[in-house]
């Protein structure tokens, strides 16, 4: 029979709901109680241990929370007591994910259920399975994460005097579904999930239900709903106290009314969010209030005080080394920019993005060798290993048969003809290793040129072709010339949407698509490029000069007579293109093709800004004495309304414009 709780059991179960939902006011009692639950005994110790980690890490202290979880799982193992060991595996968990260190939390969370399946604690066993069923959804593996969180709910419907577990269960379920697309399923879990939360004296459960609902509500595509249950959730937070809580939901209730256009609502929502955010010291909600007050005031037209929080949310994310989240808001930038018709500032915002694409994608290229290199050496030195052992053992058997030549002449000749059958094998090893050796060459080569998604060549590779093949670096060629080389530049129209809509793995399918149609479309002499994101290049090394508008009309209809089915819906997608011929020659010399590439760039923004699914293209330059190329490139439509540069449009197939027109650009820009 269990012993009855002591006083300060009771203490610290008033205290579990306090680490959730007030973290702050939690460590500050229990730094009162850390000197009475250190001497007491093991289960009452490993319980502050456990609650002490979750309520420092929860107030944002994460490296100090890992330390004390180190601390349980030591004190854990040296009282060979599973259910202490079992509660600081899993602190050491959370402490893990948060602070990024995935596979580690994984191994972690793991070793938790296999420890706590020793013990009679189920509410413990439940937690335990959740967290591993929440590991294997990490890493996308669904079949595994399903059957450990429905074994987790089975076995906390067993617990009849604790509602927590079942609640937990029900609760990472739901996001399960969610994760899944298996929205009936996880509406019907989450009836339950907040049936179970209302019946519970803790209205931090139902605020974290409603939560829960909020997600699986925006996923399903029922913005009404999604916004019911952001309401409903912050009316309980802030009954509760639950600072942090309430920071998050403002947040979202802002993105909630910016994505309905309701401006006004959004920026009042934004501001409570950035004033929440910054009393509980969160940098990231902070960040996401002033890029939304950032929107909010540019989509009322007050672009100055837009341009100034949506710089200084982009400041917050840079401190915060969060690149690819830059990426997307400067997009979401250069769009409302373009709303409010700062024109200038959008294409800033769009050079910005640009240049921070650029170094992603060299860091995931260096990442990606350093991995490849990483994985080689260590093959290699396996190899070298076992040629050392190897060696070891010829050494040694050299050694014993010196002796036994003393004693036993005879065997001189079997013991010579061993050695020789050994050197044998290692010489066989050796071929060996160096033909697996090559194999890697080739695989890390091939790794190198080509991008893993659509199979196209990568931008490392175009680059070093650019730099050293003998055709594109030669001279420019004579006006009269009929045959010329060309560059073309395509971004896909509203990929965001796509993704957004369908899901990246649907958007992954668009781009192999492209690449295919792309094939089909250029010849086999012409060098298709995977430029980065949803951006693809293409350069032909030999094309007529009059026939480059063409080249431009067949990507457009080769694009956009083509359609996806994917998961039973027709996906139409169209592209936007920039072209000109190479080398372009401003003057008497020619642009390098870093500047070429970059000309191109800028048409590809126009053809953007101009509409979509359409192609602009340099022709030209005219007057070039009196411009100069820095110019051009500082403001290309400014350049081309002066008469400096010569534009072509091809239009894309519409229902008002027949795909055949080609549009010359008049100077006035009609």
Not at 458 to 471: G, T, V
Not at 535 to 559: K, M
Request: proline share 3%; net charge neutral.
């Amino acid at each position: 029979m269990a012993a009855p709780p002591t006083r300060l059991d009771l203490q610290l179960e008033q205290t579990r709901e306090m680490v959730r939902f007030v973290p702050d006011d939690a460590v500050q009692r229990l730094r009162g109680l850390e000197a009475q639950a250190r001497s007491a005994p093991v289960a009452t110790h490993a319980e502050f241990l456990s609650l002490y980690s979750s309520a420092v890490r929860r107030a944002g202290d994460n490296q100090r929370g890992l330390a004390l979880a180190e601390e349980l799982v030591a004190y854990g193992r040296a009282q060979h007591d599973d259910v202490a060991l079992a509660k600081g595996l899993l602190t050491r968990t959370y402490s893990l994910f948060a602070l990024n260190q995935l596979a580690a939390a994984r191994a972690a969370a793991f070793e938790a259920e296999r420890v706590a399946q020793f013990t009679t604690d189920l509410p413990l066993r439940v937690q335990t399975m959740i967290t591993a069923g929440q590991s294997f959804q990490e890493q996308g593996n669904y079949p595994a994460a399903l059957a450990k969180l429905q074994a987790a709910t089975d076995l906390s419907r067993r617990i009849a005097d604790d509602k927590v577990p079942l609640a937990s269960a029900l609760n990472a379920l739901v996001q399960l579904y969610t994760d899944m697309r298996q929205y009936e399923k996880g509406w019907e879990t989450q009836q339950e999930s907040v049936a179970v939360a209302r019946t519970m004296a803790s209205p931090g459960r139902l605020a974290i239900a409603l939560s829960t609902e909020y997600g699986l509500a925006i996923d399903s595509d029922q913005p009404a709903r999604a916004r019911r249950a952001l309401l409903d959730g912050l009316a309980v937070e802030r009954r509760l106290g639950a600072r942090q809580m309430i920071a998050k939901t403002l947040v979202n209730l802002s993105d909630s009314y910016l994505k309905d256009g309701n401006n006004v609502r959004a920026l009042d929502y934004a501001d409570q969010a950035l004033k929440a955010a910054t009393a509980v010291q969160s940098t990231t909600d902070a960040a996401i209030a002033r890029v939304n007050l950032g929107q909010a005031y540019l989509g009322m037209g007050r672009t100055a005080e837009g341009k100034k929080q949506f710089e200084a949310g982009l400041v917050e994310y840079e401190k915060g080394g969060k690149k690819p989240d830059m990426q997307r808001l400067l997009v979401e930038y250069g769009a409302a920019l373009e709303r409010a018709g700062d024109h200038a500032a959008a294409i800033a915002a769009y050079h910005r993005e640009r240049t921070l694409s650029n170094e992603l994608f060299a860091e995931q290229s260096r990442k990606a060798v350093l991995e490849l290199q990483q994985k080689y050496d260590t093959e290699k030195n396996q190899q070298q290993m076992e040629a050392l052992r190897q060696e070891n053992r010829v050494k040694s058997a050299e050694l014993d048969n010196r002796r036994l030549q003393q004693k036993i002449w005879w065997l001189l000749a079997v013991v010579t003809a061993l050695v020789a059958v050994i050197v044998g094998l290692l010489y066989r090893k050796v071929r060996q290793a160096n033909a697996q050796l090559e194999v890697k060459n080739l695989e890390l080569k091939q790794q190198s040129v080509l991008d893993p998604l659509t199979a196209l060549y990568n931008r490392r590779h175009f680059q070093e072709f650019m730099r050293h093949h003998a055709l594109v670096e030669r001279r420019a060629a004579p006006a009269g010339d009929d045959i010329v080389g060309a560059l073309f530049l395509l971004d896909v129209d509203h990929f965001k949407h796509v993704n957004d809509t369908y899901g990246h793995a649907a958007g992954d399918a668009v781009l192999r698509m492209i690449a295919e149609n792309l094939r089909i479309a250029l010849r086999e002499t012409d060098m298709i490029v995977r430029w980065g994101g949803e951006e693809f290049l293409a350069f032909l090394p030999s094309v007529t000069r009059d026939g480059v508008d063409d080249v431009a009309r067949r990507i457009l209809q080769a694009i956009s007579s083509q359609s996806l089915e994917y998961q039973g819906t027709q996906i139409q997608v169209n592209v936007s293109v920039g072209f000109a011929p190479f080398p372009l020659v401003p003057g008497d010399t020619p642009l390098s093709w870093e500047r070429a590439v970059n000309l191109v760039d800028m048409t590809l923004y126009l053809a953007k800004s101009h509409g979509r699914n359409r192609a602009y293209g340099v022709r030209g330059f005219a007057n070039f004495a009196q411009t100069s190329m820095e110019a051009i490139e500082q403001n290309l439509e400014m350049a081309w309304r002066n008469g400096f540069v010569d534009l072509s449009i091809v239009l894309g197939d519409a229902p008002d414009v027949p795909p055949s027109n080609v549009v010359p650009l008049a100077k006035t820009g009609n």
